[in-house]
Nanobody, 122 residues
Framework: QVQLVESGGGLVQTGGSLRLSCEAS????????MAWFRQAPGKEREFVAT????????YYADSVKGRFTISRDNAKNTVYLQMNSLNPEDTAVYYCACGLGSYSSADRYDFWGQGTQVTVSS
């Protein structure tokens, strides 16, 4: 069992930056691929980024490529999402998830955090 707790969300103006963190409990964190998803009001949950267990493999949704960076620190059981050049379309609840492989489909992930709200004002 893995428990995930996100933090770092908040309100930011267009063009601003935020850094999300997701801390995992459990001893097997370094075995899991990690991912970030987001869900805006009235929309389905969508894939944002994923990172392999080693950190050497990353993959991004086209909508965030070049603006967001996913990284992890296995010594701290933490995965990060650095978000730059934010715009109102990035407003959503952001969730971290872990699973045994790096995929863009939410149903491939076994454990989820409770989410953190990101709001980008225009």
């Amino acid at each position: 069992q893995v428990q995930l707790v996100e933090s770092g969300g908040g309100l930011v103006q267009t063009g601003g930056s935020l850094r999300l963190s997701c801390e995992a409990s459990g001893r097997a964190f370094s075995r899991y691929a990690m991912a970030w998803f987001r869900q805006a009001p009235g929309k389905e949950r969508e894939f944002v980024a994923t990172i392999s267990w080693s950190g050497r493999g990353t993959y991004y949704a086209d909508s965030v490529k070049g603006r967001f960076t996913i990284s992890r620190d296995n010594a701290k059981n933490t995965v990060y999402l650095q978000m730059n050049s934010l715009n109102p379309e990035d407003t959503a609840v952001y969730y971290c998830a872990c699973g045994l492989g790096s995929y863009s489909s939410a149903d491939r992930y076994d454990f989820w955090g409770q989410g953190t709200q990101v709001t980008v004002s225009s």
